[in-house]
C-alpha cells in the first residue's frame, strides 16, 4: 500500500472537501499478488474472463460510510488516473469492509454497490463499468485508488493499493 499526495489531490479536487490523512490498510485476495495480474484477469479483448480484485479493508477511520474505489492504468495515460478502468461505490459500517470482485463491464451491482463513473475506454474497448487490465497492452501496471468517505464528499482518508503488471 503507497499513500500519495496526488490521491488526496484527486478527491480534493472531485469533491471540493479537504482530505485528513487516515492509515487504513488495503490487502488484494482472490490471487492478486500487486506483482502482477493474475492469468485471466485481463479483459475479454485479450482472452481473459477479468474482475476487480476483491480487497479486505482494515483500521478505515471512524465514520466512514461508503468506499470510494477507483481503477487506473499507470501506463496508459488516457486511463491513468481518477478511475480511467471505472470507479465503484461500496457501502461499509465498521471500521472494515471486505469488497467482492466487480465483473468486467456490469453497470447493475449487489447489495448497494454501485459504478460511480464507467471507465473511460471507448470503441471496442468500451465498458458500463469495469475495464480489467488490457488499455495499453501487456507490460503495462495496474493499481487502484481507495476513498474512505463520509455523506456526499467527506474523504476521511486514502490509500493506494498496486494490482500489478499484464
Aim: glycine share 14%.
Amino acid at each position: 500500500m503507497i499513500k500519495s499526495a496526488a490521491v488526496f489531490a484527486t478527491v480534493m479536487a472531485m469533491s471540493g472537501t479537504s482530505a485528513v490523512a487516515a492509515d487504513f490498510k488495503v490487502k488484494l485476495t482472490g490471487g492478486w499478488n500487486g506483482k502482477s495480474v493474475p492469468a485471466g484477469q485481463q479483459c475479454k479483448l485479450f482472452g481473459g474472463k477479468g474482475a476487480t480484485p476483491p480487497m479486505v479493508i482494515s483500521a478505515l477511520p471512524e465514520g466512514t460510510e461508503w468506499l470510494l474505489v477507483q481503477f487506473n492504468d499507470r501506463d496508459f495515460k488516457p486511463l491513468s488516473k481518477n478511475g480511467g478502468h471505472g470507479s465503484f461505490r461500496f457501502p461499509v459500517t465498521g471500521t472494515s469492509a471486505t469488497l467482492p470482485a466487480i465483473p468486467e463491464n456490469v453497470s447493475k451491482l449487489p447489495n448497494g454497490i454501485s459504478v460511480v463513473k464507467r471507465a473511460r475506454s471507448s470503441g471496442k474497448f468500451a465498458s458500463k463499468g469495469y475495464l480489467p487490465p488490457c488499455s495499453g497492452g501487456k507490460g503495462n501496471a495496474y493499481f487502484a485508488d481507495v476513498f474512505a468517505m463520509q455523506g456526499k464528499k467527506t474523504n476521511l482518508g486514502a490509500a493506494r493499493v498496486e494490482m500489478g503488471r499484464y
